[in-house]
Structure formats: C-alpha cells, structure tokens
C-alpha cells in the first residue's frame, strides 16, 4: 500500500490546488511534496536490496477487454527513480518561492510528479505507456503558458510534436510484444520469446520514443530551444527528471525485449550515436554565450554518456559474459545528474534576475558581491565536472569502466566529455563570477538571500554526501542492473 501511497498523493494534490486561489497553494504543494519524500524514505529504509520487487500492489481492470493491470511495485532502479522525483520536485517547488505564481502552476507540478511515480513504479507496459503520456500533459502547460520569449508557443508546440511522436513509436512496441505474450504485465512480456528479427523492430521502435526523450544525437533539436524559453522549474523538470524516463525505459523495456538486437548492429549504432551526441553537445556547448543553452546542451552531453555506458554492458554481456558496470553506473549517475542540473539551472535562474539577461557576456564580477552565491556554484559546477567526491564521480566511473571493457577508443571518445565539460563549467562559471562586469550594476549589488541560500545549500549537500558516501545507493543499483543483464543472456 505504500507504493499506492506515493503514487495517489500527487494526484489528489494536484486536484486540491486547481480548486484553490491565493498564496496558500504553494505552501500546501510544498507540503505535499515533502510528504511524497518522507514516504520514500520509508520505502527507501524498508526496502531489500536483494528481494527483488516488493511493495507490490496489484489490481486486474476487468472491465478492460485488454490483459492489464494496476500493478505497480518498486525494486532498487525504482527507488533510486522515486528519490530522485520526490527529492527533486520539493526544491523545485522552493525554488519558485518568491515568484507570483497562480495556484495551477504548483498543481501542474504535483499531476507532473503524479505522472513520473507512475512511470516509475508501474510493473505493467500498458500502465507504463498511459503514464508516460500523463506526464506530457502538464509539462506542455507550464512551458506554454508560464515560459517567456515570442516564439514559444512555437516551440512547445514543436517539442509536444516530438515528444507525442515518439510514444507512438513505443506504443506500437508494446502493442506487438503484448500480442505475443497475452498480457501486458512486466514479467510475462520478460518471458515471452521474439524471433530476432522483430527485435530488431522492436528496438528501434523503443530506441525512437526513448531517444527522443533523453535526447541523443541526431534527435534532440527540440531541447535547447524548449530549455531555454520553459520556466527556470520547467527546465529543471524536464533536465532534473523527466529525460530520465528515457534512460528508465532503456532498462526496463528495450534491453530485455529486444536482447540479440542489442547485441547486434541496431545496439552498436545505439552506441555510436551517443557517444557521438556526447562530443557534439560539449562541442556546442563550450561556444554558448545564453547561460540556459550551454546548460542544455551539457545536459545532452551527460546524458550521451549515459546511455553509452548502457549499451556498451549490454553488448558486453552479449559477446563476453555478463558486465552490469554501465547499468548501476546509470542508475546512479542518472540521480547525480538530476542534482546537478537542478542546481545549475537554479543558479541559473538567480543570475539571470540579477544581470537581467541569459547572456554571460553581460554577466561578470559577481563574486565579490556574492561570496556566498560563489561559493554555492563553485560546489555544484565541481560536482557537474564529476570530480572525485563529488555525487557524479561514481557514476561517471562506471560508465567509462562499461564502455572501455568495449572499445578502448570509444572510452577515449567518450572520455572527452570529462575534459570538455570542464572547459564550458569553467567558462559559465568565470564569466558569471569574475571579471570586470558592469561596475556600476555591480555597487548596488547584496548576496543571495536566506531563502535562496537555503535551497542552493540542499543542493551542495546532496553532491558532497553522495559522493563522499555512495554505497547505499550503489547498492540499490546492483541487484537490479544484475537482473537485467540476466535477462539479456537468458
């Protein structure tokens, strides 16, 4: 009952705020929130990391013609997911303290929240898809209506059109693979066996949907553009937390329905495409003058890595014996990312009212104005640049580890993206920090204030403590990868 919990609290949350006017709505939305995360951490504290999938709740929907059900459960890719929702979705919510916003923005939000536990938890692919499709709605709305800049009802239209598109492609999937197994439940669409070639069919029908998300190369020229027009808590929703659905559904559904094309040529392009995203993003990244752009694009570039790593240790257990390396380095770098990029663009989002612009070139010398604000990005940027005890280091580790078993030039490769991020964090944190900046805006300029200096400073401490201390999160990351990798060699 507990996963039902976490799962219904968004939702009814979500209902209460669309019926309510005035400032009291994001006190009650943050509330909620911190609700949502405490019953994580009871999961989270309860949970056996070598029992598979507990807290399980099941319901068959008998009225449905359809083999589906309400099954929703967790095991340890699941909870490191929840907490990377329900520890985010408080600070952004904190974040938009000091904004006027109407009480539909915080309920938007919370049915976003009630959409991404759902993906999340869900044991069942007609559930899993129905919920993906949930959590489009509300994102589509707090881009369009809270975002800025002239054309963007262009480009949320543009990014819907993408998004839409590619959950076509899973459908179709789903669709196919539940007509080979009679059912959509998780465990019989494991079990069911695929004649190779539809596999391959079915991988690049997955691969589309869940590219699309992330974004990898070549499918990611809605994602700058929607970054830098959302709402700073539009682009943390959708950086922080809602790209990870890809690399969730890579995991769960791709590389176990589709195993021999994995280990085939669809899953060696795969591979290639990302760490070619990976380089091109940085690249673009390091020319960046809007500060919302060059956290995007480095955005891409981690997220490159990540699904490089996934599919290098797939392609590994498929030629040469099992290797989960690239899977629990996801796992975990998927949360370490999350942070970080929350926190950059929160950063971000001070800046921008500081200076009054995107541009870095009109930004400069703040540091001395600001110490404490300096001190705050200086934290989160080492943490972005995955410097040893830092949050992303692990992960970051894991994945090169994956992808080097492989191809020692493609970790070379791919390996560039430690050198280059350093380069564009470096850059976005000097030209922001130092220099000479406008003397005269910078006389009348005071650090940040308590409130803000409050939400940087969960931020810092979640980089430093994740990465000083991993080993609970690894170890909610092991048994699972270990999991799927047998199901690839089955």
Not at 42 to 65: H, M, R, T, V
Not at 253 to 261: F, I, K, T
Not at 279 to 293: E, F, G, M, N, P
């Amino acid at each position: 009952m507990l996963t039902l919990a976490v799962l219904l609290l968004p939702i009814i949350g979500s209902g209460l705020l669309f019926a309510l006017k005035g400032n009291i709505s994001k006190y009650i939305a943050f509330i909620i929130a911190i609700s949502e995360l405490v019953l994580t951490a009871i999961i989270w504290c309860n949970f056996k990391a070598d029992s598979g999938i507990q807290f399980e709740f099941g319901k068959e929907l008998y009225f449905s013609p359809i083999k589906s059900t309400l099954h929703f459960g967790v095991d340890g890719l699941t909870v490191l997911m929840l907490l990377l929702t329900n520890v985010l979705t408080p600070i952004i919510l904190y974040s938009s303290w000091n904004d006027e916003r109407p009480s539909g923005f915080y309920a938007l939000i919370l049915l976003m929240q009630f959409g991404l536990v759902g993906i999340f938890s869900s044991l069942d692919g007609l559930m899993f898809y129905i919920f993906w499709e949930v959590t489009l709605i509300p994102i589509w709305f707090i881009c369009g209506i809270f975002g800025t800049g002239e054309n963007r009802l262009k480009i949320n239209y543009k990014f819907f059109i993408y998004t839409f598109f590619g959950s076509l492609f899973m459908l179709v999937a789903l669709i196919y693979v539940y007509l080979q197994a009679g059912s959509f439940d998780l465990n019989a669409l494991y079990a069911v066996k695929i004649p190779a070639q539809a596999q391959t069919f079915i991988f690049w029908m997955f691969f589309l949907a869940f590219a699309i998300k992330l974004p990898i190369f070549p499918f990611h020229t809605w994602q700058a553009d929607t970054y830098t027009m959302a709402p700073t808590q539009g682009s943390m929703l959708l950086s922080g937390i809602m790209l990870k659905m890809g690399v969730f559904g890579i995991i769960r559904y791709l590389l176990p329905l589709s195993p021999e094309a994995v280990g085939g040529t669809s899953g060696s392009i795969a591979l290639i495409l990302s760490i070619i995203g990976i380089v091109y993003a940085s690249l673009i990244a390091i020319v960046q003058k809007d500060i919302k752009r060059l956290i995007a694009f480095s955005s891409m570039a981690h997220v490159g890595l990540i699904a490089a790593g996934i599919f290098a240790s797939a392609i590994v257990s498929m030629h040469c014996g099992i290797d989960s390396t690239g899977i629990e380095g996801a796992s975990i770098q998927m949360l370490a990312h999350g942070v970080n990029v929350v926190g950059l663009f929160y950063v971000a989002d001070v800046l921008i009212k500081k200076f009054g612009t995107r541009d870095l070139s009109k930004m400069g010398g703040l540091a001395s104005k600001a110490p404490f604000l300096a001190v705050l990005f200086m934290i989160i940027s080492v943490g972005t640049m995955a410097v040893p005890l830092t949050n992303a280091f692990i992960g970051e580790f894991l994945l090169l580890k994956s992808i080097f078993t492989l191809s020692i030039w493609g970790a070379i490769i791919a390996g560039l993206t430690l050198i280059l991020c350093a380069v564009y964090i470096t850059k976005m944190y000097g030209m922001s920090m130092f220099g000479k900046g406008n003397q005269e805006f910078l006389e009348g300029q005071k650090d940040i204030n308590l409130q803000t200096k409050l939400g940087l400073i969960v931020i810092a401490a979640l980089i430093i403590v994740c990465g000083i201390y991993p080993q609970p999160l690894l170890s909610l990351s092991s048994e699972t990868a270990q999991h799927i990798v047998s199901l690839l060699v089955k």
